[in-house]
């Protein structure tokens, strides 16, 4: 069920949810966060979706935060959600304009569900000071997302400045499986230092820079990053040790092969999480997670290079 409230307000807003429980019931009596998102009408659809799928393992109060022009008078323009167009959840999707597009944290404050914690995601570029914004006081995780900047890079380097405890990104969270093979292969035998690393992954891979850099703080040892065609993402991970390198390579049908000195080859999907797997991934923790921290710190402990396909192509 879909109900628009053109040029409202939140009280209209709450009475109307009033409404429809009484005709559909409580959707979020079992709700465990609210989750923000706060876009633009660019990145509203995908990321309403991903919302949406990803409450099926969280369910939740989402609210969704749409800037608008900031010319002309305030404006709030809401659209509720419910059922099977929300996923487990209730969805309201409140459109800002005027000044309202500068307090966003305001508008949903009285739309957050009472006693539970509060998550914020910008699935675009979010603010400089992440949790000094509007929307990101009110949080206890914040969520961005390097991969969708024009510089992923940069937009880490900007995180790492003004990381504070609760933030997080999904570039991280896309790192998951990864971490986890290496580091179940570093605790099998033999059980010897790894003295070089060489990560390998697209020019625009937030995701290749943070498993970098994550192994440099973790292994204490030379880190290499380097830079492959745009749009792979994460394709290697090269570990070498004294009785032979550790390989785990992922190729373009997103099939893995995970190589080892005196073992057979392992061969195994490796897929890229789609957008709402990886928001899946990081609502499952809303505590402060101090090993991408560290990863952020570990950026400019890696040595970054171009390959030469990646200079032809």
Same mark, same amino acid.
């Given at each position: 069920m879909i109900v628009n409230l053109p040029d409202c307000s939140t009280r209209d807003v709450s009475k109307q949810l009033v409404r429809l429980r009484s005709q559909v019931g409580a959707v979020t009596q079992g709700g465990v966060m609210t989750l923000v998102i706060v876009t633009d009408e660019e990145h509203a659809d995908d990321a309403i979706e991903a919302a949406a799928e990803a409450s099926h393992e969280h369910p939740s109060r989402i609210l969704v935060l749409v800037a608008g022009s900031k010319r002309g008078g305030s404006r709030l323009d809401a659209q509720i959600r419910v059922g099977g167009e929300a996923g487990v959840s209730e969805l309201i999707v409140l459109r800002?304009? =005027?000044?309202?597009? !500068?307090?966003? =944290? &305001? %508008?949903?404050?009285? #739309?957050? +569900? /009472?006693? &539970?914690? %509060? *998550?914020?995601?910008?699935? =675009?570029?979010?603010?400089?000071?992440? $949790?000094? &914004? &509007? %929307?990101?006081?009110? $949080?206890?995780?914040?969520?961005? !997302?390097? /991969?969708?900047?024009?510089?992923?890079? @940069?937009? #880490? $380097? *900007?995180?790492?400045?003004?990381?504070?405890? =609760? !933030?997080?990104?999904?570039?991280? $969270? @896309?790192?998951? @499986?990864? @971490? /986890? #093979?290496?580091?179940?292969? +570093?605790?099998?035998?033999?059980?010897e230092q790894v003295t070089a690393v060489t990560v390998k992954g697209a020019s625009d891979s937030a995701s290749s820079d943070l498993v970098a850099a994550w192994l440099a703080v973790r292994l204490r040892c030379p880190v290499e990053r380097v830079d492959g065609a745009k749009g792979r993402g994460l394709i290697s991970v090269t570990m070498e040790r004294a009785s032979g390198a550790i390989v785990l390579e992922r190729s373009e049908a997103e099939h893995a092969t995970l190589t080892q000195p005196g073992q057979q080859p392992r061969h195994f999907p490796l897929p890229r999480p789609s957008t709402a797997g990886a928001l899946a991934e990081e609502l499952r923790r809303l505590d402060k997670d101090e090993v991408y921290r560290d990863a952020l710190q570990g950026l400019d402990l890696v040595k970054t290079k171009s390959s030469t396909k990646a200079k032809k192509s």
């Open positions: 800002l304009a =005027g000044e309202l597009v !500068d307090h966003g =944290g &305001s %508008v949903v404050i009285p #739309l957050l +569900l /009472a006693d &539970s914690p %509060v *998550v914020a995601w910008w699935p =675009g570029a979010g603010p400089k000071e992440l $949790a000094g &914004s &509007s %929307v990101g006081r009110l $949080a206890q995780r914040r969520i961005t !997302d390097a /991969a969708t900047t024009s510089n992923p890079r @940069r937009e #880490l $380097a *900007v995180r790492a400045d003004d990381y504070t405890h =609760g !933030d997080t990104d999904m570039a991280w $969270a @896309r790192t998951t @499986r990864w @971490r /986890a #093979l290496l580091a179940t292969t +570093l605790d099998q035998e033999p059980f």
